[in-house]
């Protein structure tokens, strides 16, 4: 069994809602909901979703061509700001599977479709209240008023009553099996594959993505699961994160408070002996910082002593 789902991953590395948008007609429906048209001939909808093969590195959730514009769509359980870089990558892969070498050579000018980038998030941590933008520019290290490129990313947050769901049943279907699914693992402790079973289980005695769930029923507990212990270890990952990040903080804080000390001993002149005996300290352990504020004086700046003790310590 864990073989079989290891095979899945591999795969698919993505989740149930690329699994219900590799149909066109929901990819159809999805754009009417964004752009609140009415299109309804599937056949005028050109699929370019990345499927990460050999020659390629990225793999998208799903994208599509229809009347000359190209829509790119990402689903995020996480907080990710770094999406307009990403969909950078994922759209230069789709146009250079579109346009060949040998075109961009011509003359003659190519026309390109127009495209759109959008996020859907439906993760828990506070991001984005509704809806937002991210912008390439806001990643630049220099910012520029004129940005010589750029990439904008329309983020929507599908969570709760969001404007969205009214428009769309397909993704107001998914979400209500993400709610269901979250409420068994939180709520009961339930296994997250026993979750996604009943889960199933309740939208099919719904009405709810009846024909999805019966055609697609193991492999979305394959996807959950892999999706799941992904997410498990991205908030391990984050939660050392900030626990480092607090350590960090605290150890700056020890340290500034022994510079500042020490700044106010050596200006009366006292001996690095001394110091050590009234602060309680080994006279090792503050050798260097002591060094460090005599060679600052008579200026005693203290963010250059802390650049300098860090870069001591590198």
Not at 203 to 229: G, Q
Request: aromatic content about 8%; charged content about 35%.
């Amino acid at each position: 069994m864990a073989e079989k789902r290891d095979n899945v991953a591999v795969k698919y590395k993505d989740n149930v809602f690329c699994m219900l948008y590799r149909d066109k007609k929901n990819l159809l429906e999805l754009y009417n909901a964004l752009n609140n048209s009415n299109y309804t001939n599937v056949d005028d909808l050109k699929v370019t979703t990345l499927n990460g093969g050999s020659y390629m590195k990225y793999k998208n959730d799903a994208s599509f061509l229809l009347s000359m514009n190209l829509y790119m769509f990402e689903q995020q359980s996480s907080r990710n700001n770094n999406m307009a870089l990403r969909f950078l990558h994922y759209v230069s892969d789709v146009f250079r599977e579109l346009f060949s070498n040998d075109m961009l050579h011509r003359r003659s000018m190519i026309k390109i479709p127009v495209p759109h980038f959008v996020t859907f998030y439906n993760g828990l941590e506070k991001w984005i209240d509704k809806e937002g933008e991210l912008k390439l520019s806001d990643m630049y290290e220099i910012p520029v008023d004129n940005p010589q490129l750029e990439l904008k990313v329309r983020v929507i947050n599908i969570n709760k009553d969001a404007d969205i769901l009214s428009k769309c049943k397909t993704l107001r279907d998914y979400m209500t099996f993400v709610n269901k699914v979250r409420y068994k693992t939180a709520a009961e402790r339930e296994d997250v594959k026993l979750a996604v079973l009943e889960a199933m289980d309740e939208c099919i005695e719904e009405n709810i993505l009846v024909d999805f769930f019966e055609k697609h029923r193991e492999e979305v507990v394959e996807v959950s699961i892999y999706d799941y212990d992904e997410e498990k270890v991205r908030k391990t990952l984050v939660d050392e994160a900030v626990k480092e990040a607090v350590e960090e903080t605290k150890r700056e804080d020890r340290q500034l408070n022994m510079i500042n000390l020490i700044i106010k001993k050596v200006k009366k002149e006292k001996t690095l002996e001394t110091i050590a005996s009234e602060l309680e300290e080994n006279v090792e352990d503050i050798r260097l910082l002591y060094d460090t504020v005599k060679e600052a004086s008579p200026e005693y700046d203290v963010d250059k002593i802390m650049k300098k003790l860090n870069k001591e310590n590198d």
